[in-house]
């Protein structure tokens, strides 16, 4: 999985430039494509009926490209492929699992000095969790109360009945462009019941902040 991350970065970083910026990412003035990598952590929760957990961090590693819209006016769409941490922790307990995200988002550039640019953003992001481990008290076969790990997955096992793998939310935020350096934060709210137990309501939510360089 590691390679692949890193194979990943490697080929975005490899694509030649279609424009030449000259704040930020972008020019606001001029019609341009963007590509960027992305690095970041997040708090991520599991908000719901029943669910009382407390944030867990998680790493964000991503790979960007983004295209304005209109010659007029500063509007872009970025999209790309994230992975992402997400999850929840209670005492010894934890659910944790990882993801593959795709966002679609819509970015409005504001000019706030010569060099820096401010985007707002907003748009759905899709994502499908892959692997996943859950931390849990259970029942051994002795009688005694142990701290095994189940899949997270699994309806049988796992706290709650498990975690449906698919997953759909709303990304809000704020970006910063300085010299091609990124900055930006924001939350993730989760729109999709990903419990697998129909008594349970369960969604994903995020902090995040990640860094990287647009180019």
Not at 62 to 80: I, N, Q
């Amino acid at each position: 999985m590691k390679k692949f991350l890193v194979s990943i970065v490697a080929a975005l970083l490899a694509v030649p430039t279609f424009a030449q910026f000259t704040s930020g990412g972008f020019t606001l003035s001029e019609s341009n494509v963007y590509y960027g990598v992305r690095l970041g952590l997040s708090m991520a929760n599991l908000g719901g009926d029943d669910v009382d957990m407390d944030s867990k961090a998680g790493l964000t590693l991503a790979g960007v490209v983004g295209l304005r819209l209109s010659d007029g006016v500063p509007v872009f769409l970025e999209s790309g492929l994230y992975y992402t941490e997400r999850g929840a922790k209670k005492d010894k307990q934890s659910v944790g699992y990882t993801n593959f995200e795709l966002p679609v988002l819509i970015k409005y550039g504001f000019q706030a000095t010569d060099e820096i640019a401010v985007l707002p953003f907003l748009g759905p992001v899709f994502s499908y969790a892959f692997s996943g481990k859950t931390k849990q008290y259970q029942q051994a076969s002795d009688g005694t109360i142990e701290l095994a790990k189940v899949g997270t997955f699994d309806e049988k096992k796992a706290i709650h009945g498990g975690l449906k793998r698919p997953n759909m939310g709303i990304k809000v935020g704020c970006g910063a462009e300085w010299n091609n350096l990124y900055l930006e934060a924001g939350y993730q709210f989760g729109l999709t019941n990903i419990a697998k137990n129909d008594d349970f309501t369960i969604h994903s939510n995020a902090l995040f902040l990640n860094v990287g360089v647009n180019f």
